[in-house]
């Protein structure tokens, strides 16, 4: 299959590893990847702090780029939940008939990263070996606007290696909201102190998730706090792969 | 507790009211407990309705119906609500609400009144009304009654004392009941409260009351409530004066049967409400002679008005949006400045200010989606939130003023940033230049920030941030596809 990458605007600055790990994970399973070059960003940031005439030409410039692709993957949950649960209404709102029919037929192709894996391809091996304890954390659009269910933790149980350990209240939000997390900084560093004390009950050298934007926040924490646990995408670890002797 | 009555007019915005509520670590192991309970309570009866998400459709549906034809209704309402012996006022405000219901009880001929617990009257400020013209009104819900004796204010919906504890509780019925030796146990304090209630539900001739819903088709008003002690408001008194919104309308006694499922197992984790209590107008034979009931707009019709925010009206007030909110966890209720808090609150209280006041509670929330996966009436909150943010900005965007918000300078740069890939490249290479200052190597020899200036160092007080690699996904990309920009 030949999969259009929308790597998102913070993984392509803050998170290229993932996006590497995407294109690993794809080709090994045999697909064609492919980058459209004009993309940048889906409006999230926009949408969501309430810039709603900012966001539109980025909903055109996403539907403009990818138009033409057979499948779209997004590794951001809350990008992909962005494009589901607003841009239909965004399109009809400026009365935009072209833009309206664009988005409807374009939203079926699209695709979050774990959710190509299971629902799309109906995988939950992909071959990949992480010989580490790690922890899930299921962010919130991931959860509640997709319905990832447990896709992503079937497809880690798949891996090779890996000790999957349980996270406390595993469907409460890190805390992070975007503009929230400065906004509203002290709320949401509470919020963020009770994932990261959940994240270290577990035991985990990792904490895992659909998402970027939750683990960078996470991740912030548990650097500051000198917790020695990393935070990395669910495409680093099925990229994740056995050295095989020569 | 907070001293002033909750008034969105005055409150503080929120970052700092809840920064202050987070100083209580008493109130904040208060409400994660309770909220830990009421959740655990309502999964579980939730979780036994094969048809949950049916009901809920039904209970949405019913509401929506309402709202589209909201005047039908109440007019139907008020017609057979007159039928039936009951007096129907009209008040367009809360002033004219508090007008109304000071003059009947006064013309009751009572300088007291029993009171149900009522969010409505809450919202009123009625108490303060009624005392300032010389009645005196003696709250009856036990929450209420704790609110009122400790002089604080509701910070939950529909448990209004959440924030307190039994020691607590115990502690505010010692002073002002004069109980020194009082036990700490619910039964010791279900007992005080009822030998000081039960002499005023047999001596106090007046009733004031909220409702759950009006039924248009009979002209019935619906109360439901754990304690019995509202069926006693309801009963007793000679006068029953009863003030709702006019989004309190169902248009059969039928829509019951979803919304009195919906609303015990979402609001207290009960299958039924152990008293719910349905009158019309009034019986020579039994119960109030007169029956008074206000219909109080107060703002209710300007959202109304609003396409995308009329859903807001739909709220049957169950609390369970509140319970489930990560953010109302751990703040309680009072930072949000409104006696509505938690994610109800911050659609509705903006909304009935006419967002001309509470435009921070907007905000107050991660769009998380943990309060409209829980609404029996299926209000996507997150969505009225974000639609309320866009009228925030638009209000503090408009003008001269709007040129020197630094928020919108900087959404628009970013946005015109976004709308060109050959801009935001440069500002990717920009960034890493602008940060380097700022990066410090941890001790693996890894780049970190740990201090951002202006509105970002709220991000920075609790948080690193990794500095940006050197390379971007799409320079990777093309490197590796071997075409060079
Ligand atoms: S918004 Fe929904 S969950 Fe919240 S109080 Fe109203 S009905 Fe209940």
């Given at each position: 299959m030949r999969v259009s990458l929308f790597i998102t605007c913070y993984n392509d600055t803050l998170f290229p590893s993932t996006g590497k790990s995407v294109v690993r994970v794809l080709e090994r399973l045999g697909h064609t990847v492919d980058f459209p070059r004009g993309q940048t960003c889906c409006g999230q940031m926009h949408w969501n702090t309430g810039y709603q005439a900012e966001a539109l030409p980025l909903l055109q410039r996403f539907v403009d780029q990818f138009r033409a692709a057979e499948v779209v993957v997004i590794p951001s949950s809350s990008c992909v939940a962005m494009m589901r649960d607003h841009y239909p209404k965004m399109a009809a709102e400026i009365d935009d008939v072209r833009l309206t029919a664009d988005v409807a037929a374009l939203l079926p192709k699209v695709f979050e990263f774990s959710e190509f894996l299971t629902?799309?391809?109906?995988?939950?091996?992909?071959g990949a070996y992480y010989p580490h304890r790690v922890t899930y954390h299921a962010s919130c659009h991931g959860l509640?606007?997709?319905?990832?269910?447990d896709g992503p933790l079937r497809l880690l149980k798949a891996v090779r290696g890996i000790d999957l350990v349980a996270l406390d209240?595993?469907?409460?939000?890190?805390?992070?909201?975007g503009t929230f997390a400065v906004k509203n900084a002290a709320v949401s560093s509470a919020m963020l102190e009770e994932k990261i004390s959940a994240v270290l009950d577990t035991g985990a050298d990792a904490c895992t998730a659909c998402d970027n934007s939750c683990l960078m926040h996470i991740q912030g924490a548990l650097h500051r706090q000198h917790t020695g646990v990393r935070t990395l995408h669910l495409a680093d670890i099925l990229a994740g792969e056995e050295e095989v002797q020569a | 507790m907070s001293a002033g009555p909750l008034d969105p007019k005055t409150a503080p915005a929120f970052p700092m009211a809840a920064k202050a509520a987070m100083g209580d670590s008493q109130l904040r192991s208060n409400v994660r407990h309770a909220t830990d309970v009421i959740q655990a309570k309502r999964a579980r009866v939730v979780d036994e309705m094969p048809d949950w998400q049916a009901l809920r459709e039904a209970g949405k549906q019913i509401r929506e119906h309402t709202m589209r034809h909201l005047d039908f209704y109440l007019e139907q309402f008020e017609a057979n609500c007159t039928r039936a012996g009951g007096v129907v006022h009209w008040a367009r405000d809360a002033a004219e609400a508090r007008r109304i219901v000071v003059s009947l009880v006064k013309a009751s001929g009572s300088d007291e009144v029993i009171k149900i617990k009522s969010m409505t009257t809450e919202e009123i400020q009625l108490n303060a009304a009624l005392e300032a013209a010389g009645i005196q009104p003696y709250e009856t819900d036990l929450a209420e009654l704790i609110i009122q004796l400790g002089q604080d204010q509701p910070s939950?919906?529909?448990?209004?004392?959440?924030?307190?504890?039994r020691q607590q509780i115990r502690e505010i019925f010692q002073r002002t009941m004069h109980l020194?030796?009082?036990?700490?146990?619910p039964q010791d304090l279900a007992d005080a409260a009822r030998l000081f209630l039960r002499e005023k539900f047999l001596r106090v001739k007046t009733g004031v009351s909220g409702a759950n819903f009006l039924i248009a088709e009979t002209g019935g008003v619906c109360v439901v409530e754990s304690e019995g002690n509202g069926r006693m408001c309801l009963t007793l008194p000679e006068t029953l004066i009863t003030i709702a919104g006019i989004?309190?309308?169902?248009?059969?006694?039928?829509d019951l049967e979803v919304t009195l499922q919906l609303l015990p197992r979402s609001a207290t984790?009960?299958?039924?409400?152990p008293y719910n209590s349905i009158w019309t107008g009034v019986d020579p034979a039994d119960g109030p002679r007169v029956f008074h009931i206000v219909l109080m707009d107060n703002a209710r019709t300007e959202i109304l008005a609003d396409e995308e925010a009329r859903?807001?009206?739909?709220?049957?007030?169950?609390g369970a949006c509140q319970n489930a909110c990560p953010v109302y966890r751990q703040t309680g209720g009072h930072a949000y400045g409104?006696?509505?808090?938690g994610p109800i609150g911050a659609i509705l209280t903006p909304q009935l200010q006419e967002m001309h006041h509470a435009q921070s509670l907007p905000y107050?929330?991660?769009?998380?989606?943990a309060c409209y996966e829980v609404c029996p009436v299926k209000i996507n909150i997150p969505e009225v939130l974000i639609h309320l943010r866009n009228k925030v900005v638009l209000q503090n965007t408009s003008g001269i003023a709007g040129l020197f918000d630094v928020e919108a300078a900087a959404m628009k740069a970013m946005a015109a940033i976004f709308r060109s890939e050959r801009r935001f490249r440069a500002a990717q290479r920009l960034g890493r230049i602008a940060e380097t200052p700022l990066v410090r190597k941890d001790e693996h020899g890894l780049g970190w920030i740990s201090w951002l200036p202006g509105m970002l160092g709220g991000w920075s007080q609790t948080r690193d941030l990794r500095e940006?690699?050197?390379?971007t996904f799409r320079d990777w990309w093309e490197k590796r596809s071997g075409h060079d920009n």
């Amino acid at each position: 299959m030949r999969v259009s990458l929308f790597i998102t605007c913070y993984n392509d600055t803050l998170f290229p590893s993932t996006g590497k790990s995407v294109v690993r994970v794809l080709e090994r399973l045999g697909h064609t990847v492919d980058f459209p070059r004009g993309q940048t960003c889906c409006g999230q940031m926009h949408w969501n702090t309430g810039y709603q005439a900012e966001a539109l030409p980025l909903l055109q410039r996403f539907v403009d780029q990818f138009r033409a692709a057979e499948v779209v993957v997004i590794p951001s949950s809350s990008c992909v939940a962005m494009m589901r649960d607003h841009y239909p209404k965004m399109a009809a709102e400026i009365d935009d008939v072209r833009l309206t029919a664009d988005v409807a037929a374009l939203l079926p192709k699209v695709f979050e990263f774990s959710e190509f894996l299971t629902k799309r391809l109906g995988l939950e091996d992909v071959g990949a070996y992480y010989p580490h304890r790690v922890t899930y954390h299921a962010s919130c659009h991931g959860l509640r606007s997709l319905s990832l269910g447990d896709g992503p933790l079937r497809l880690l149980k798949a891996v090779r290696g890996i000790d999957l350990v349980a996270l406390d209240r595993v469907e409460q939000c890190c805390g992070f909201g975007g503009t929230f997390a400065v906004k509203n900084a002290a709320v949401s560093s509470a919020m963020l102190e009770e994932k990261i004390s959940a994240v270290l009950d577990t035991g985990a050298d990792a904490c895992t998730a659909c998402d970027n934007s939750c683990l960078m926040h996470i991740q912030g924490a548990l650097h500051r706090q000198h917790t020695g646990v990393r935070t990395l995408h669910l495409a680093d670890i099925l990229a994740g792969e056995e050295e095989v002797q020569a | 507790m907070s001293a002033g009555p909750l008034d969105p007019k005055t409150a503080p915005a929120f970052p700092m009211a809840a920064k202050a509520a987070m100083g209580d670590s008493q109130l904040r192991s208060n409400v994660r407990h309770a909220t830990d309970v009421i959740q655990a309570k309502r999964a579980r009866v939730v979780d036994e309705m094969p048809d949950w998400q049916a009901l809920r459709e039904a209970g949405k549906q019913i509401r929506e119906h309402t709202m589209r034809h909201l005047d039908f209704y109440l007019e139907q309402f008020e017609a057979n609500c007159t039928r039936a012996g009951g007096v129907v006022h009209w008040a367009r405000d809360a002033a004219e609400a508090r007008r109304i219901v000071v003059s009947l009880v006064k013309a009751s001929g009572s300088d007291e009144v029993i009171k149900i617990k009522s969010m409505t009257t809450e919202e009123i400020q009625l108490n303060a009304a009624l005392e300032a013209a010389g009645i005196q009104p003696y709250e009856t819900d036990l929450a209420e009654l704790i609110i009122q004796l400790g002089q604080d204010q509701p910070s939950h919906i529909v448990v209004p004392a959440l924030h307190k504890n039994r020691q607590q509780i115990r502690e505010i019925f010692q002073r002002t009941m004069h109980l020194p030796n009082l036990g700490d146990q619910p039964q010791d304090l279900a007992d005080a409260a009822r030998l000081f209630l039960r002499e005023k539900f047999l001596r106090v001739k007046t009733g004031v009351s909220g409702a759950n819903f009006l039924i248009a088709e009979t002209g019935g008003v619906c109360v439901v409530e754990s304690e019995g002690n509202g069926r006693m408001c309801l009963t007793l008194p000679e006068t029953l004066i009863t003030i709702a919104g006019i989004d309190k309308v169902l248009p059969r006694y039928q829509d019951l049967e979803v919304t009195l499922q919906l609303l015990p197992r979402s609001a207290t984790g009960e299958r039924m409400n152990p008293y719910n209590s349905i009158w019309t107008g009034v019986d020579p034979a039994d119960g109030p002679r007169v029956f008074h009931i206000v219909l109080m707009d107060n703002a209710r019709t300007e959202i109304l008005a609003d396409e995308e925010a009329r859903q807001t009206l739909n709220c049957i007030r169950c609390g369970a949006c509140q319970n489930a909110c990560p953010v109302y966890r751990q703040t309680g209720g009072h930072a949000y400045g409104s006696v509505y808090a938690g994610p109800i609150g911050a659609i509705l209280t903006p909304q009935l200010q006419e967002m001309h006041h509470a435009q921070s509670l907007p905000y107050a929330s991660s769009l998380c989606g943990a309060c409209y996966e829980v609404c029996p009436v299926k209000i996507n909150i997150p969505e009225v939130l974000i639609h309320l943010r866009n009228k925030v900005v638009l209000q503090n965007t408009s003008g001269i003023a709007g040129l020197f918000d630094v928020e919108a300078a900087a959404m628009k740069a970013m946005a015109a940033i976004f709308r060109s890939e050959r801009r935001f490249r440069a500002a990717q290479r920009l960034g890493r230049i602008a940060e380097t200052p700022l990066v410090r190597k941890d001790e693996h020899g890894l780049g970190w920030i740990s201090w951002l200036p202006g509105m970002l160092g709220g991000w920075s007080q609790t948080r690193d941030l990794r500095e940006m690699p050197k390379e971007t996904f799409r320079d990777w990309w093309e490197k590796r596809s071997g075409h060079d920009n």
